[in-house]
């Protein structure tokens, strides 16, 4: 595909998103003070999830628990602090792994769950630091939040990640979302201090076309939230033009960060090199 039919395809509803600079230039080891609660984190996070569901990921996979552990060390000697889990990705072990060989308090530790009650959340809280071997959760998100009624459906929880937060035993917490309708929802929501939103300039992967994300993303900025961007490269079929995804999202004010799951260290290495010229692109 050529930078002609990416920009086509990057047309959502007869809008071509301008792949521009961003003002300054952005590395991937920039320090960022994400939401609210003001919580430390790196432009870009160590995902671990590529293509993951039922407790596995393509990192857990094809790189096993020492050398997935390997790989965020790696990313943390580098200065990317942040670490991107799910239980659905089956990554706590890996984390934990991790933790082995780098200082705690030196790296964020962002995990999702799928708990609906109040029973259910404290299960899982307890559990995930256990898994994790940590005594706090930097973020907690409620994970792949599909109906406009999400915070109906998950007061429950909401209820108890709001406690754990005021113990000091989860810095802040939010959403994941996977329609257009979570997604407002969650912008519209004041317990949501974060969101992983999927963004990109082709609309691939996402909950809505472009310009109809882009919006919601901006209120939430405008509230005050945190917005990281997951599906950057839009769950793979952008990689042949991972430059100008990078660039699109690297330009877009109301994204603070980005999570990408790297599945090597060449991977990780040319990530690294790609995000710094991504943003200073014209």
């Avoid at 395809?9 to 320090?31: H, I, N, Q």
């Avoid at 705690?104 to 071997?133: C, N």
């Avoid at 993303?217 to 990078?246: F, H, P, Q, T, Y």
């Avoid at 994204?255 to 010229?277: H, M, N, W, Y």
Wanted: proline share 3%.
């Amino acid at each position: 595909m050529n930078r002609r039919d990416f920009l086509a395809r990057a047309a959502a509803g007869g809008v071509a998103w301008e792949l521009r600079a961003a003002p300054a230039r952005k590395e991937a080891t920039d320090r960022i003070l994400l939401g609210p609660m003001k919580v430390p984190v790196t432009r870009l996070a160590m995902g671990t999830g590529t293509n993951g569901g039922g407790g596995s990921s393509n990192q857990t996979r094809r790189l096993g628990l020492g050398g997935l552990a390997d790989l965020l060390q790696a990313a943390f000697d580098q200065g990317v602090t942040f670490w991107d889990a799910a239980d659905q990705y089956g990554t706590h072990a890996h984390l934990k792994e991790g933790l082995k060989r780098v200082r705690r308090e030196k790296v964020t530790i962002l995990t999702k769950t799928h708990a609906s009650t109040e029973r259910e959340m404290r299960a899982d809280l307890d559990r995930f630091r256990q898994e994790l071997g940590t005594d706090y959760l930097d973020i907690l998100l409620l994970h792949c939040m599909m109906d406009a009624d999400w915070p109906e459906r998950k007061k429950g929880a909401m209820a108890v990640l709001a406690q754990a937060r005021e113990k000091g035993l989860v810095k802040t917490h939010g959403t994941s979302c996977h329609t257009l309708e979570a997604l407002q929802a969650a912008a519209a929501h004041p317990w949501v201090q974060v969101d992983l939103a999927r963004i990109n300039p082709a609309g691939m992967s996402m909950d809505a076309p472009v310009e109809k994300v882009l919006p919601v993303l901006r209120r939430m900025k405008a509230a005050g939230k945190g917005v990281i961007g997951m599906k950057i490269a839009g769950a793979g079929r952008l990689r042949r033009r991972l430059d100008e995804s990078l660039q699109f999202v690297l330009a877009q004010d109301s994204v603070d960060c980005f999570t990408i799951g790297s599945e090597s260290r060449q991977e990780l290495a040319d990530l690294l090199k790609r995000i710094p010229a991504a943003s200073v692109r014209g």
